[in-house]
């Protein structure tokens, strides 16, 4: 995929591709070229993955900007605090489960870090851990790690430039985020950690390594799906909604030898893992990481361990680094308030040269659409617009990076490939030019947009830090969906509402009420939302149960159909039947199968289940079964028309198929492999001119070494009639 896409980037670019089964893998001609086929679907789908990943870079700036506020504090004032030092990684996984009560019998010599995800699980087992980690920017991410937000002490947040904003705004304890501050070129820039996912757990797993951990012990950091099919630990959205791993037909190895399902996504982090674990051990042969999870995905260079073999802390070496990460961290109000105003001169410089770039791309645009509609402004216009180029290529370089990595999905719109060795009309040339300004303009107004929104937080934020400007800023937390923005205002100003006037005490029960109401409600929140829009996508568990089949992969299919039993729509007991068929099939239940198959009559799914009814009647020689099955077969797909005459030709029947070869060969006209085959059903029915000219044909028309032997054996014995 990787040579492909170099060597045809505008298709790539422009998602112009796709990958097709061939009509042996469809019709299992050789077993061993099929079983070729999940390897390559698997290859593909982590291709197309990461090529998505690549275009949808704005919503990381867009999120980066409006998190200036929270990004004060860098990750790298933490470097090297846990050196030496034992540390326990929590993950959202399914084996999670087996580690709770351990994890509380020793939580006192334990320094925990976990993904956000979890904070409700351990809310509710009265786990207080030493870190949290987010990373995604998105709402879904804020409905799964919503629940770190009620915790107290001494826990850090550790998060990327980008993570969601109202997740960061209700946060009310430390925090320390990784990457850049600024997504431009500036030496107001903090020297910091650059973080590469691709998940929340991969992250986690880097940070924890940079703060010098010696020991690192992994637990709910699966990569896999569970034995039952279970995707996520159970305290979970996803499992109290009975969410299973019905979304893939990927497969990795756990270490217990188990082939376990997984996806695109958790595929990648688990191969991103290995890479890092051996990378980072070159650096630091001191360290290790280990595996507590015998269900987890086996990771190269990460060994099993068992939990009586955990190297635990000492009591005092947990105090001591705890009093290290507050001192790095802690917040004083006039230190807080001077890098805000720091970070608005930041801003509002960059605004400054966007606006510029703004208007000289408009200026751009104008002129280019006006381009050989009056040859005798042409070179003025001309001119012009290389004068224009050379201001934004030389004054705005740094600026024109930043555009194009902002919306590059909107360039590779704006400005498709064109070949190099022709030359261009006149409309090309405008068009191109005008796509040219056209892109930077947009996306100069988008980006204007995101810095004047950002300045807007920033200066919300400085009032924040007036406790005379509450009404004010209860506004914009809750135009933004940081309702509980107010626990962090009320610690920072050492307040209780109880010290309030009246109005200030209102607004702060009403914020405090909206806050609880949104950690209560699961049923509204995006995550939900999503979960229930993927149980209903029934057209996507069709692809996944033919993809199941063709893998031969009975375990994917056998969890995947009692979510289609409980479908509760026609439509999806049809599907049923059709996994009911398949399973029954790969299990060497053919009588079972055909059963099934029958109850099928839906006509988009009705091909899938013919085929299968006629290649179970062809192995078991059952023509009369066959025979109707190919017959309604052809009137979805005219490739089995020839299967259908090649059995007419074997009943004896050679009128009716040469009259189907005929048929074929009347819009395939360039198949010589049909010609050749209707010439020997001619020959055998007594037709031998028409043998004759179908041999002559293939002869004048291929040169072929293989079809015109056979042309040349055919007329040989039509000489000896």
């Known amino acids: 995929m990787k040579a492909l896409a170099e060597a045809y980037p505008e298709y790539i670019d422009h998602n112009r591709y796709m990958v097709v089964r061939s009509l042996a893998i469809l019709d299992n001609v050789n077993p061993d070229y099929a079983a070729m086929w999940p390897e390559l679907l698997e290859t593909y789908k982590i291709f197309q993955f990461s090529q998505a990943s690549l275009l949808g870079t704005r919503r990381f700036i867009d999120a980066q900007l409006f998190n200036v506020p929270f990004n004060e504090k860098p990750v790298a004032d933490l470097k090297d605090v846990l050196q030496g030092r034992s540390v326990l990684l929590l993950g959202g996984g399914p084996t999670l489960d087996n580690g709770i009560e351990w994890i509380k019998q020793n939580r006192d010599q334990l320094i925990i870090a976990a993904v956000a995800r979890i904070g409700r699980r351990l809310k509710e087992e009265g786990i207080t851990p030493d870190f949290f980690a987010a990373v995604d920017p998105n709402d879904v991410s804020y409905d799964n ?133 051996q990378e980072i051990r070159h650096e630091r042969p001191n360290l290790h990481v280990y595996q507590l999870g015998h269900e987890s995905a086996r990771l190269k260079g990460v060994p099993l361990a068992r939990f009586e073999k955990v190297q635990l802390n000492s009591r005092e070496t947990i105090k001591k680094v705890r009093t290290a990460i507050a001192g790095h961290l802690q917040k004083d109000p006039p230190t807080r308030k001077r890098y805000l105003q720091e970070a608005l001169g930041e801003v509002q410089t960059e605004l400054k040269k966007i606006r510029s770039v703004q208007k000289l791309a408009k200026e751009g645009m104008e002129k280019a659409s006006r381009l050989f509609e009056d040859y005798e402004q042409l070179d003025r216009l001309t001119q012009g617009i290389v004068r224009i180029k050379k201001k934004l290529e030389s004054r705005h370089k740094d600026e024109l990076e930043l555009l194009f990595q902002y919306a590059v999905g909107s360039y590779k719109e704006f400005m498709r490939p064109q070949d190099e060795e022709q030359e261009q009309s006149h409309d090309e040339i405008k068009t191109s030019l005008t796509n040219y300004f056209e892109a930077f303009h947009k996306n100069a107004t988008d980006l204007r947009h995101a810095l004047e929104r950002s300045i807007k937080h920033i200066q919300n934020e400085i009032d924040a830090l007036d406790p005379a400007k509450l009404q004010k800023c209860t506004r914009f937390w809750i135009e933004n969906g940081m309702e509980g923005r107010i626990y962090w205002w009320l610690k920072f100003h050492a307040l209780s509402p109880a010290e309030l006037n009246d109005k200030d005490r209102k607004l702060v029960e009403k914020l405090q009420s909206l806050h609880e109401d949104k950690l209560h409600n699961d049923l ?134 040469v009259q189907l070869y005929d048929h074929y060969l009347s819009k395939h006209m360039d198949d010589y492999s049909v010609w050749l085959k209707a010439g020997e059903a001619a020959f055998k029915g007594g037709d031998m001119i028409a043998a004759q000219q179908c041999a002559l044909h293939v002869l004048e028309k291929t040169a072929d070494a293989g079809l015109r032997q056979q042309a040349e054996e055919l007329l040989n014995r039509l000489d000896q009639e």
Not at 563 to 578: P, S
């Open 524 to 657: 509204e929140s995006k995550l939900v939302n999503r979960l229930q829009s993927q149980a209903q996508k029934l057209e996507h568990q069709l692809k996944l149960l033919n993809e199941l089949f063709e893998a031969r992969d009975k375990h994917g299919i056998e969890i995947l159909l009692p979510a289609l039993k409980d479908g509760g729509t026609q439509r999806a007991e049809q599907i049923h039947a059709l996994g009911c068929g398949y399973l029954a099939e790969l299990s060497g239940k053919e009588a079972e199968a055909l059963q099934a198959y029958l109850q099928v009559n839906e006509t988009d799914i009705l091909p899938k289940a013919l085929n299968r009814i006629a290649q179970i009647a062809l192995r078991q020689g059952n023509l009369e079964l066959a025979m109707p099955a190919l017959e309604m077969l052809i009137q979805y797909d005219e490739r089995y028309l020839i299967l259908y005459a090649d059995l007419l030709a074997a009943q004896g029947d050679f009128a009716g198929a």
């Open 145 to 277: 790690s919503k629940w770190i937000t009620p915790f107290e002490g001494e826990t850090c947040l550790l998060h990327t430039n980008y993570t969601n904003s109202a997740l960061l705004g209700e946060w009310r304890n430390l925090d320390a985020f990784s990457e850049y501050r600024y997504p431009w070129h500036t030496e107001a820039e903090v020297r910091n950690l650059p973080t590469v996912g691709p998940t929340v757990t991969n992250t986690l797993l880097q940070l924890v390594t940079y703060m010098g951990a010696e020991n690192i012990y992994l637990l709910g950091v699966d990569f896999c799906f569970g034995p039952r099919g279970e995707t996520h630990e159970s305290g979970s959205l996803e499992a109290k909604m009975a969410k299973n791993a019905h979304e893939s037909d990927l497969r990795i190895e756990t270490y217990s030898g188990r082939q376990a399902l997984t996806n695109t996504p958790f595929y990648q982090a688990a191969q991103a893992m290995e890479s890092f674990v």
